[in-house]
């Protein structure tokens, strides 16, 4: 039994100017461990796509197929069934980490929420595990920024705090949507080494989702490439990168000329591992950056 199974997913959105099909027939599956990035051009349905494993697409969307999650059918559930899902099996980050986090709460509490209302935890044990994770995402002087809000933090430590309340549950999957496209390159590089090394300590599944191939490349060892609501191509990242058999897929290549081929062209200095340029506070001599060699 694989821990995502996929079948024939098929997600259609009704209106009064007739049917999208956004999602048409997608096949997939993953185990623990498997880093698998979806690529393909706006509009093919990768998010959709995303959202649904979640059980978030919403009226007027009708999804169809199976998507069996640890044996478990998701197509289907009631919301109540879901969100127990959500965070514990499956947690997801998206672009925008304002789209996850609530303006009016601390940092602090909305991560403490989570671990004393659904792990049940003490208060006092639900906050000592809020600063260890929002550490271990890399946010620096953890117990003085507990009690900061959203907007007291840059784009890319938002998107860390983001990762940490996905994580902060230990998710068999971790689902990110273009988390990193609304960051400059240089905050991207650390939150996806981020996402990589929390992977690899976890042994959770991630499932990222991307339009920059570049990026497929660093995070991922299988590539599924969307066309149309379609799977068009898939396979292990390098054999793709070697020998695309779609034409898309190689349109998609061709208009990546000169970009990054290799995770290792991208050579962030330590720190940006851990603090982005933007963060206002700490202002490091060395300022993070990363080094795209050509
Ligand atoms: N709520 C909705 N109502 C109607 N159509 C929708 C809705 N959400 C998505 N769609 C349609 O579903 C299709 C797939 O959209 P989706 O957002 O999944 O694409 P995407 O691959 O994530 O694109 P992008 O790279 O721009 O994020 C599009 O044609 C979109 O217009
Ligand atoms: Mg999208």
């Given at each position: 039994?694989?821990?995502?199974?996929?079948?024939?997913?098929?997600?259609?959105?009704?209106?009064?100017?007739?049917?999208?099909?956004?999602?048409?027939?997608?096949?997939?599956?993953?185990?623990?461990?498997?880093?698998?990035?979806?690529?393909?051009?706006?509009?093919?349905?990768?998010?959709?796509?995303?959202?649904?494993?979640?059980?978030?697409?919403?009226?007027?969307?009708?999804?169809?197929?199976?998507?069996m999650f640890n044996g478990t059918e998701i197509v289907g559930?009631?919301?109540?069934?879901?969100?127990?899902?959500?965070?514990?099996?499956?947690?997801?980050?998206?672009?925008?980490?304002?789209?996850?986090?609530?303006?009016?709460?601390?940092?602090?509490?909305?991560?403490?929420?989570?671990?004393?209302?659904?792990?049940?935890?003490?208060?006092?044990?639900?906050?000592?595990?809020?600063?260890?994770?929002?550490?271990?995402?890399?946010?620096?002087?953890?117990?003085?920024?507990?009690?900061?809000?959203?907007?007291?933090?840059?784009?890319?430590?938002?998107q860390r705090i983001c990762i940490a309340m996905a994580i902060?549950?230990?998710?068999?999957?971790?689902?990110?949507?273009?988390?990193?496209?609304?960051?400059?390159?240089?905050?991207?590089?650390?939150?996806?080494?981020?996402?990589?090394?929390?992977?690899?300590?976890?042994?959770?599944?991630?499932?990222?989702?991307?339009?920059?191939?570049?990026?497929?490349?660093?995070?991922?060892?299988?590539?599924?490439?969307?066309?149309?609501?379609?799977?068009?191509?898939?396979?292990?990242?390098?054999?793709?990168?070697?020998?695309?058999?779609?034409?898309?897929?190689?349109?998609?290549?061709?208009?990546?000329?000169?970009?990054?081929?290799?995770?290792?062209?991208?050579?962030?200095?330590?720190?940006?591992?851990?603090?982005?340029?933007?963060?206002?506070?700490?202002?490091?001599?060395?300022?993070?950056?990363?080094?795209?060699?050509?």
């Amino acid at each position: 039994m694989s821990l995502l199974q996929v079948s024939d997913l098929r997600i259609t959105f009704e209106s009064g100017f007739g049917t999208v099909d956004a999602v048409r027939g997608v096949s997939f599956s993953m185990e623990m461990g498997d880093a698998i990035a979806v690529v393909g051009a706006s509009g093919s349905g990768k998010t959709v796509m995303g959202r649904s494993l979640l059980g978030l697409v919403d009226a007027p969307g009708i999804v169809r197929g199976s998507i069996m999650f640890n044996g478990t059918e998701i197509v289907g559930r009631s919301e109540k069934a879901m969100q127990d899902i959500r965070g514990l099996g499956i947690g997801m980050v998206f672009q925008d980490a304002l789209d996850g986090l609530n303006p009016v709460y601390t940092i602090g509490s909305q991560l403490s929420e989570i671990f004393a209302v659904r792990m049940r935890m003490s208060t006092k044990a639900a906050r000592a595990e809020a600063i260890r994770i929002m550490e271990q995402v890399g946010i620096h002087n953890a117990k003085d920024r507990f009690d900061n809000y959203p907007h007291q933090f840059s784009g890319g430590m938002r998107q860390r705090i983001c990762i940490a309340m996905a994580i902060g549950m230990k998710p068999k999957i971790l689902i990110a949507d273009e988390p990193t496209t609304a960051l400059d390159v240089t905050v991207q590089a650390g939150i996806l080494r981020l996402i990589k090394s929390l992977q690899a300590e976890t042994g959770m599944g991630l499932i990222f989702v991307t339009h920059d191939l570049a990026v497929a490349r660093m995070i991922s060892k299988r590539i599924i490439v969307m066309y149309a609501g379609q799977i068009v191509e898939e396979g292990l990242t390098e054999e793709i990168f070697q020998r695309p058999r779609h034409p898309y897929t190689r349109a998609l290549l061709m208009a990546h000329p000169g970009r990054v081929k290799s995770w290792r062209d991208l050579e962030p200095i330590p720190e940006a591992f851990v603090t982005d340029s933007s963060s206002g506070g700490g202002g490091s001599a060395s300022a993070p950056q990363v080094v795209i060699s050509q």
